[in-house]
């Protein structure tokens, strides 16, 4: 099946400094990856949907500054947290729609992040 | 985005099947029907999805009623690695939609010895 990674899969960093997550879709193209948070016991939030070669579309209250995402290939996308702040502090999960079955979302394992 | 409505928390033991109903009331005509399972500090892994009447995979399947206002995942004789989070989307995945999907509070399906 199509696998999805993630690189870190976790990472610890100080305050105001900036993390990045990339995402890769390993056996399948995608036209597609979304980011997710998912803090503590709650479900996943949707932060923005990332299209190869255009700009990401962000979900209300996602701060398109602070979140920076880029998605230069049809198998790779990077979520840069910029100025990280504990509250930043979460697991943050990718996902890759596969371009040539639009019905199924591939998720990746994600990347727990802690700024101190 | 049709909402969803799941029960938050559900326990079971080993060996019993269990079934785990969705509402989804404003269901579009297009929009299929997805479960996924969640493991802590897993990303979710996609159970099965379906439009109408009945899905089975080897995993599980899935009932949705003529009205497809509601479904129900069902999980033949769980075990106890069966305990996790479930989620149930409604979505538009097809055409010109971006796929975006928005996440439920899912149910916890807690599976005792």
């Known amino acids: 099946g199509a696998v999805v990674s993630q690189h870190p899969s976790w990472v610890i960093c100080k305050s105001g400094t900036s993390v990045k997550i990339e995402c890769r879709s390993l056996?399948?193209?995608?036209?597609?990856m979304f980011w997710y948070r998912q803090f503590p016991k709650q479900s996943l939030m949707l932060m923005a949907t990332?299209?190869?070669?255009?700009?990401?579309?962000?979900e209300q209250g996602v701060e398109k500054d602070k979140f920076l995402i880029n998605h230069a290939s049809l198998t790779l996308s990077t979520l840069t947290v910029t100025s990280a702040h504990p509250e930043d502090s979460s697991f943050y999960i990718c996902?890759?729609?596969?371009?040539?079955?639009?019905?199924?979302?591939?998720f990746g394992p994600g990347t727990r992040l802690t700024v101190t | 985005l049709a909402k969803t409505t799941q029960p938050i928390s559900m326990d079971s033991y080993e060996g019993q099947e269990v079934n785990i109903t969705c509402s989804h009331n404003?269901?579009?005509?297009?929009?299929?029907i997805t479960w996924y399972q969640q493991f802590p500090s897993q990303g979710p892994r996609f159970i099965i999805q379906?439009?109408?009447t009945k899905v089975t995979n080897e995993v599980a399947s899935l009932f949705i009623p003529a009205d497809r206002k509601s479904s129900t995942l069902s999980l033949p004789r769980v075990s106890l690695s069966d305990t996790a989070v479930y989620y149930c989307?409604?979505?538009?995945?097809?055409?010109?939609?971006?796929?975006?999907?928005?996440f439920g509070q899912g149910t916890t399906l807690q599976v005792k010895p």
């Open positions: 989307l409604v979505g538009l995945l097809v055409s010109s939609n971006t796929g975006k999907l928005i």
């Open positions: 056996d399948f193209q995608a036209t597609t």
């Open positions: 379906g439009y109408k």
């Open positions: 996902s890759a729609r596969w371009s040539g079955n639009r019905l199924e979302q591939y």
């Open positions: 404003n269901i579009a005509t297009n929009d299929y």
């Open positions: 990332s299209n190869e070669g255009s700009k990401a579309t962000y």
